[in-house]
């Protein structure tokens, strides 16, 4: 019954922030036309005014766009995040989700001057599994990874495939060899086990978390 009732209150969230994305993108396109309708009064000379302040008002109204653009795509995201949440399990691909996710985790590299890199890999398989449970492993994975890094290091995350399954790989450049051998992990254990995924440390340079996800089968969901 509790777990019932914590998947709900999941999808509810998860709908709440993409009805919100959607009125934000409504609210930005009268933004954009409005935006546009102020360059297009510019451009006929209706209001006068000498070159300088048009230049300025121009310049302005280049921004206001620039930035409207950088909204109208956080809000995509923002809108696919919060759809991973409608059914408790779906086929997905990892690359999608993980570009959804790092558009808001970027934030905390930045807060902590740590370069991230997302280098999505091709010919990803699709999984089916649980989706919204992934993203929180990714979000305390993450978190974890950045504890491990000093400014101007960088996290670089890296998708690739293991036969059917997907990877996530976070590689941690710039820490000292071995020191992922004394970070633990195994608060997010339960999470990936219930993805029936796994969690190895290592790589080449033994800075490398790799997370594996399987494909469930249907009646395991």
Same mark, same amino acid.
């Given at each position: 019954? !509790?777990?019932?009732?914590?998947?709900?209150?999941? !999808?509810?969230?998860?709908?709440?922030?993409?009805?919100?994305?959607h009125?934000?993108? @409504? =609210?930005?396109g009268i933004? #954009?036309?409005s935006n546009?309708?102020?360059?297009?009064?510019? !451009?006929?000379?209706?209001?006068?005014?000498?070159?300088?302040?048009?230049d300025?008002?121009?310049?302005?109204?280049?921004?206001i766009?620039?930035?409207?653009?950088i909204?109208a795509?956080?809000?995509? =995201?923002?809108?696919?995040?919060? =759809?991973?949440?409608?059914? %408790?399990?779906?086929?997905f %691909?990892?690359?999608?989700?993980?570009?959804? !996710?790092?558009?808001?985790?970027? #934030?905390?590299a930045?807060?902590?001057?740590?370069?991230?890199v997302?280098? %999505?890999?091709?010919?990803?398989?699709?999984? *089916?599994?649980d %989706?919204?449970?992934?993203?929180?492993?990714? *979000?305390?994975?993450?978190l974890?990874?950045?504890?491990?890094?000093?400014?101007?290091?960088?996290?670089v995350?890296?998708?690739?495939?293991?036969g059917?399954?997907?990877?996530?790989?976070?590689?941690? @450049?710039?820490?000292?060899?071995?020191?992922?051998?004394k970070?633990?992990? @195994? @608060?997010?254990l339960p999470a990936?086990?219930?993805?029936?995924?796994?969690?190895k440390?290592?790589g080449?340079?033994h800075?490398?978390?790799?997370?594996?996800?399987?494909s469930?089968?249907?009646?395991e969901?």
């Amino acid at each position: 019954m !509790e777990n019932s009732i914590r998947q709900e209150q999941i !999808e509810s969230f998860g709908r709440l922030m993409a009805g919100f994305s959607h009125d934000m993108k @409504n =609210h930005l396109g009268i933004i #954009r036309e409005s935006n546009g309708l102020m360059g297009d009064i510019i !451009e006929m000379n209706v209001l006068g005014g000498n070159e300088t302040t048009i230049d300025r008002l121009k310049k302005a109204i280049a921004s206001i766009e620039s930035r409207v653009c950088i909204t109208a795509i956080m809000l995509q =995201h923002l809108s696919g995040l919060a =759809h991973r949440s409608d059914t %408790p399990c779906s086929s997905f %691909p990892v690359n999608d989700l993980l570009t959804e !996710e790092c558009t808001f985790l970027e #934030r905390f590299a930045r807060l902590k001057q740590v370069k991230q890199v997302l280098e %999505p890999g091709e010919d990803i398989p699709s999984v *089916y599994n649980d %989706p919204s449970l992934l993203q929180h492993i990714i *979000y305390r994975a993450y978190l974890l990874c950045l504890e491990q890094l000093d400014p101007n290091q960088s996290l670089v995350i890296i998708t690739g495939r293991n036969g059917k399954n997907a990877t996530i790989t976070f590689r941690l @450049n710039g820490i000292s060899q071995g020191s992922l051998e004394k970070v633990s992990f @195994n @608060n997010l254990l339960p999470a990936i086990e219930k993805l029936e995924g796994t969690l190895k440390k290592g790589g080449e340079n033994h800075n490398d978390i790799t997370l594996t996800i399987p494909s469930l089968s249907v009646t395991e969901k």
